[in-house]
């Protein structure tokens, strides 16, 4: 699947819209992702799984492991794909860790797997989890790049689609200078 399949199934879905918004952080931008709208869709989730597992099977991981909540969809959907077991860490009192029974070994090779990697702060996060149980984490997977550094990330990093979501301060935004209307993405025009 390559980066205009991808991003043709997240226009279809409405995970990416083109425009002038608010986002929930107060910030401007002229792109709205939201990829839940394209993972409620089993058969575009399945699809996206099976790419990112395409990239990534020749790591032989033994588990996916994904932060919650965000994570979660796609990384069952890589774990049915490689045939392993897709697990997911969550936080509580502000760590993020493995619950309900969910445990990792010595013997794992972990690969880390996110909807959409931004700044890398939860790949590695998360991939901190995995060296907690002394796992070994042998990579990373994102549907989406919007702009990691991976030399910061220090692991092989494999995903579909780069896209760039710049955001301004409102008194800065080149499209209220413009005299744009400002959209909040989720209610209908
Ligand atoms: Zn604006």
């Known amino acids: 699947m390559d980066q205009d399949a991808v991003l ?10 083109e ?7 107060g910030l401007h931008s002229e792109r709205y992702l939201q990829s839940a709208l394209v993972l409620q869709h089993p058969e575009f989730a399945e699809a996206l799984g099976r790419a990112l ?11 996916v492991l994904s ?16 045939g392993v077991r897709a697990i997911f860490a969550e936080r509580q009192d502000g760590t993020l860790q493995l619950r309900r029974g ?9 690969l880390v797997v996110e909807d959409v ?4 702060g939860s790949t590695r996060e998360t991939a901190a989890v995995a060296e907690s149980y002394g796992a070994r984490v042998i990579g990373a997977a994102a549907i ?13 990093m494999q995903t579909l689609v780069k896209l760039d979501v710049p ?11 413009r005299g744009v209307a400002v959209v909040k993405p989720g209610s209908r025009a």
Request: proline share 6%; charged share 15%; hydrophobic share 40%.
């Open 102 to 110: 969910f445990t990792l070994d010595a013997n794992d090779r972990v």
């Open 67 to 82: 932060p919650a909540l965000g994570g979660i969809v796609i990384g069952q959907e890589v774990g049915r794909s490689l």
């Open 53 to 63: 597992a395409g990239r990534t099977d020749h790591l032989q991981a033994t588990v």
């Open 8 to 17: 043709a199934l997240f226009r279809q879905s409405g995970a990416l819209l």
């Open 167 to 177: 955001t301004y301060q409102p008194d800065a935004c080149p499209l209220c200078a």
């Open 117 to 120: 990697i931004t700044t890398g």
């Open 144 to 156: 989406v790049d919007r702009g990691s550094d991976p030399a910061r990330l220090s692991l092989p």
């Open 19 to 25: 425009g002038h918004f608010k986002l929930s952080s």
